[in-house]
């Protein structure tokens, strides 16, 4: 009875110490301070904006599917429905791009990309490139958007 009594001790101990261990670091977390929403903007990712946009625009857009937006050289990159037709968006961080990386950047200033010997067309602005917006239905809409977006 003695050894149960002294177990049970240690346990209801144990329980407590483990439980003042975890609202200490909820303390520290909720003392933490919150980014301003200048702040998280700044760092978000252009891309998931570009995307809000089309959503504010009154556009159904699609889920992200997978791109290899490497082989173009940009930083980042998404595919996904936009009205229920395909588009491409890319990301170049203009201020840190590969030597091999630059031959893209620089065709999409000037409105085509080379892709195995097929030339694409682009728009590119402030270090965002679309594709696939030439040959969408709502082409126009999609290229004010584009246009107007700001990060």
């Known amino acids: 009875m003695k050894k149960k009594f002294i177990a049970s001790v240690l346990a209801l101990f144990t329980i407590t110490s483990l439980v003042g261990c975890g609202s200490t670091q909820t303390t520290e977390n909720a003392d933490a301070k919150e980014p301003t929403r200048q702040e998280s903007n700044k760092n978000a990712n252009p891309l998931d904006g ?22 173009l050289g940009a930083t980042n990159g998404y595919k996904f429905d936009l009205n229920g ?3 491409e968006i890319y990301y170049y961080d203009s201020k840190n791009l590969k030597e ?18 097929i030339n694409v ?3 590119l602005k402030n270090d965002i490139m679309i594709v696939r917006a030439d040959e969408h239905k709502d082409k126009d809409k ?7 977006f700001k990060y």
Not at 53 to 71: C, H, I, P, Q, R
Not at 142 to 148: A, P, S, Y
């Open 142 to 148: 999609i290229l004010e958007v584009f246009n107007n």
């Open 50 to 71: 570009l995307k809000q946009e089309f959503v504010k625009a009154g556009f159904t857009v699609g889920d992200n599917k997978e791109l290899a937006y490497s082989m």
């Open 85 to 87: 037709s395909p588009i």
């Open 100 to 117: 091999d990386d630059k031959k893209f950047y620089e065709q999409a200033k000037k409105g085509k990309i080379d892709m195995s010997g």
């Open 121 to 123: 067309p682009v728009v």
